[in-house]
């Protein structure tokens, strides 16, 4: 499969599945379920694209984005933070960007594939 590398760093599992039913016929998926993985495996795995959520355990979601922003090779990396967090409760460094969308828990499966093709360069 072509396709693109996208990481998913989450805590639920259920999350997990259903962006492998969205993404995983077109895109390469890998899973990390805290924040110290998720670092990890971006440094491991350097994807093209990261779907972040905020509450995580080891460190949160706000962290794992500043890492994600300070590490070479992945620095510039899209990250679409897909997050249960009412708007006015994400804190910085978080915050949309070019390079950065932010979607709201349950978003519907159309503006979820919507958000990874407006971040993902198309070649």
Known sequence: ????KILVIDDDKDIHAVLRTLL???HRLNSAFDAVQGTMVARQT????????INLPGGG???VFERLR???GVGTIPILVYTGL????IRPPVE????TVILFKPAAPE?????????????
Do not use: C, H, N, Y
């Open 46 to 53: 350097q994807p093209d694209l990261v779907i972040l959520d």
């Open 24 to 26: 995983g016929k077109t």
């Open 61 to 63: 979601g706000e962290k």
């Open 70 to 72: 300070t590490l070479p």
């Open 96 to 99: 949309e960007s070019g390079e």
């Open 86 to 89: 009412k708007r006015e409760e």
């Open 1 to 4: 499969m072509a396709g693109k």
């Open 111 to 123: 503006a979820i594939v919507a958000a990874v093709e407006q971040l993902l360069p198309s070649s």
